[in-house]
């Protein structure tokens, strides 16, 4: 690359320092510079890798130690606890509800012990168990200067009478053996008073004792619905309007090992009223359970979901243990557009139909090629032979302008956006994408991309608070489950990429189709954003899996991977991404790594 590009590089960065500042403050302006700084390092003055870098493992366990340490809350002084509640309105009564079973009473002390300890002390304690021997278990209650009020209810099978009978604003389950970290209680509160919202479901991240070590921290995402039909992730700590738990029909006593799952898919369907507090504030131990009792319930619990939804299908084991898929009915296989943006990429391109043909099972679909000057006499003879429509479009490179040409034009049920070096793998991929993306409330689909090495491409996008967006886990092998089942689940997203992105055709006309300012980045971006703005999701789903060069040709239509002009306008049109990306924890950093930065 020579010396004057560069300094043309550098006056562009210079400008877009200057405005960003400028219109956000320059705190945002260093976040924003060191963020990116961090992922592309001095790539921004040399030419694009074939593949992308991959770092040194870093020891997670020794990172989230240093996370416990630099994220501790030291403990109240009376007073002081007084004061910060002086600043909160809403102060709810809470009934802690303590599960105690045979194979985990012993642990029971302890977790009394960090309820007790919480300054938070507007709450009632009940204890539920089939055995007699955890009434020597109060005494621990009545032996401190508590003012926490507690009840021993020892029965095996009125759980849910109990709870019936609850007069407390929230109900908090734990199962013995939890522990809840310190002023987690004052943390819920805090979080209850920072909206106006009115709560009826709050969960936290959780992490595991293992021999009196916290280990194995899982920082969930915020309320993911698709999420939440591929496994239970936010298990058996969690809050619930007591009202909505009555409402809701509460617990199904017949169920063993998922009441919670079922509760809360129940919930769910009656409230979107759901806080996640992105710190963990509770210790679990590890849940012992019958696989084959567990497997089983759930399967049943999302058999009864699906009636409820009025969705038609069949629940089946995911592709990792404990995670499931909901293979939905196709219905009568409605009309897909595959539109594929193309320049001189002869080899590419045809093996792209090639594949498309020969490998998709899926019957109703055509193909749109839009060919943007193309001149090399292999590529222009073969588009010629095609018997599907190709559309010239003659003008310099703008990824949106092209497809919104091609998309205003066309009568159809869906749009696929399709990158020419893409390739087909499995033959059910569009069968899978379409099956979720027909359900109502859903408005794109997106899939698993991997490079010609089997290594992850991409598997749903993140936003970061800089306004760059990534894929997660770029470059790792593509068996690999990711973090907590995260490349090999159905989960929602903030963004797919443009290379495989289905929508529906109603959703792209109602939201104006592609920015024509973003010409080759972001483009993507701002359509999924524009899509869940208008209240649809957006979902990756790892049972439609793709071949993805890694736009090969498309580079040589801009100098960067990374353009400012593009950049700019997308932090100027959306400031909320400053917030961060809600489907991804903010305690993590570059790649599912704990952020002990």
């Known amino acids: 690359m020579t010396l004057k590009s560069r300094y043309k590089k550098f006056l562009k960065l210079s400008r877009l320092a200057s ?10 302006f260093i976040n924003a510079a060191y963020l990116q700084l961090k992922r592309e390092k001095l790539a921004i003055f040399s030419p694009d890798p074939d593949f992308p870098r991959k770092e040194q493992p870093y020891s997670q366990v020794k990172a989230y130690h240093e996370w416990l340490r630099i994220h501790q809350i030291h403990a109240f002084e009376e007073k002081e606890f007084e004061e910060e509640l002086s600043k909160f309105s809403k102060l709810p009564t809470i009934a802690v509800i303590l599960q105690v ?56 099978n009125d759980l849910n009478q109990l709870c019936m009978s609850i007069n407390e ?48 921290p899982f920082f969930k995402p915020d309320w993911s619905p698709d999420l939440f039909l591929s496994y239970d992730y936010i298990s058996n700590f969690y809050l619930v309007n007591s009202k909505i738990f009555i409402q809701s029909g509460g617990f199904n006593d017949k169920l063993l090992e998922t009441n919670h799952y079922d509760l809360l898919l129940r919930l769910t369907e009656i409230t979107d009223k759901i806080c996640h507090i992105p710190t963990v504030l509770i210790s679990c131990e590890k849940r012992i ?68 043909k020969i490998k998709t099972s899926y019957k109703n679909y055509e193909i749109i090629i839009i060919d943007n000057n193309s001149s090399n006499k292999e590529t222009l003879s073969y588009l010629t032979s095609l018997p599907h429509n190709i559309i010239r479009y003659q003008h310099p490179f703008n ?3 092209m497809n919104n040409l091609v998309a205003s034009k066309l009568s159809t049920d869906y749009l696929l956006f399709l990158n020419d070096d893409t390739a087909i793998l499995e033959p059910e991929w569009l069968t899978e994408m379409v099956k979720i993306c027909q359900q109502k409330g ?67 006309d109602m939201i104006g189709g592609f920015d024509n300012n973003f010409d080759l980045y972001y483009g993507d971006t701002d359509l999924c954003l524009k899509t869940i703005e208008r209240g649809y999701r957006v979902v990756y789903t790892p049972y439609a899996r793709i071949l993805h060069e890694g736009s090969s040709k498309i580079k040589e239509h801009s100098t960067r991977f990374y353009t400012v002009e ?32």
Not at 134 to 139: G, M, V, Y
């Open 19 to 28: 405005v960003t500042i400028r219109e956000f403050g320059f705190s945002y």
């Open 101 to 156: 079973t045979e194979r985990n009473k012993d642990q029971l002390k302890e977790s009394l012990k960090s309820i007790i300890s919480q300054p938070y002390r507007n709450l009632k304690v009940y204890l539920h168990s089939s055995d007699e021997d955890i009434r020597d278990a109060s005494e621990l209650m009545s032996s401190t200067k508590s003012s926490i009020s507690h009840q021993i209810l020892i029965t095996s």
């Open 169 to 216: 604003d929230y109900m908090m389950f734990m199962t013995s053996g939890d522990l809840l970290t310190k002023n987690a209680l004052y943390l819920i509160i805090k979080s209850l008073n920072s909206t106006n919202e009115n709560y009826d479901i709050i969960y936290s991240d959780e992490d595991q004792l293992s021999e009196n070590r916290r280990i194995n």
């Open 289 to 356: 359970r019958s696989a084959t009792i567990y497997e089983k319930e759930v399967l049943e619990v999302l058999s009864r979901t699906l009636k409820r939804r009025n969705l038609e299908g069949i629940p089946k084991k995911g592709k990792i243990e404990n995670t499931f898929k909901i293979d939905l009915t196709l219905k009568n296989e409605p009309k897909v557009s595959i539109i594929i943006p193309t320049k001189d990429n002869f080899d590419l391109l045809q093996r792209c139909i090639k594949t498309l």
């Open 399 to 401: 990824f949106s302008k």
């Open 442 to 508: 859903i408005g794109i689909v997106g899939a698993k991309l991997v490079f010609s090495n089997n290594m992850i491409q991409h598997a749903g996008m993140v936003i970061l608070p800089s306004g760059a967006g990534f894929h997660p886990l770029q470059g790792v092998n593509g068996n690999n489950p990711g973090y907590f089942g995260s490349l090999n689940t159905v989960r929602n997203c903030s963004s797919v990429t443009g290379a495989c992105l289905l929508i529906k055709k109603e959703v792209f």
């Open 566 to 597: 593009n950049h700019y306008h997308f932090v100027k049109k959306w400031p909320m991404v400053k917030k961060g990306d809600p489907f991804y924890n903010p305690n993590l950093t570059w790649d599912y790594k704990i952020d002990i930065s």
